[in-house]
Nanobody, 122 residues
Framework: QVQVVESGGGLVQTGGSLRLSCQASGTIFRINAMAWYRQAPGKQRELVAAITSGINTLYADFVKGRFTISRDNAKKLGYLQMNSLKAEDTAVYYC????????????????WGQGTQVTVSS
């Protein structure tokens, strides 16, 4: 069982910054990838950014140059630094972690957090 908990959301003005954190816990041998998604009211959940166990990163076009994803493998933590926030960034942000729970890779996990609300006021 792997749990994921997000934190760091809140209310910020346009142009401001927030840093989201994602803590994974439980039976974890290796986290292969961590990703941030968001879902605005009335819209589908969409990928914001992802990072592999190495240094490979992926960003949605709408956050390139503004958001930075990172992770601390030893602490099983993921981060999303969000700068130059816009009103359209308002959404619930979810963390996803996928990996394996045992050295042989027989037990995989793909876990989601409950989400953290980010509200950007214009």
């Amino acid at each position: 069982q792997v749990q994921v908990v997000e934190s760091g959301g809140g209310l910020v003005q346009t142009g401001g910054s927030l840093r989201l954190s994602c803590q994974a816990s439980g039976t974890i041998f290796r986290i292969n990838a961590m990703a941030w998604y968001r879902q605005a009211p009335g819209k589908q959940r969409e990928l914001v950014a992802a990072i592999t166990s190495g240094i490979n990163t992926l960003y949605a076009d709408f956050v390139k140059g503004r958001f930075t994803i990172s992770r601390d493998n030893a602490k099983k933590l993921g981060y999303l630094q969000m700068n130059s926030l816009k009103a359209e960034d308002t959404a619930v942000y979810y963390c996803n972690a996928e990996g394996i729970s045992d050295p042989e890779g027989l037990q995989e996990f793909n876990s989601w957090g409950q989400g953290t609300q980010v509200t950007v006021s214009s």
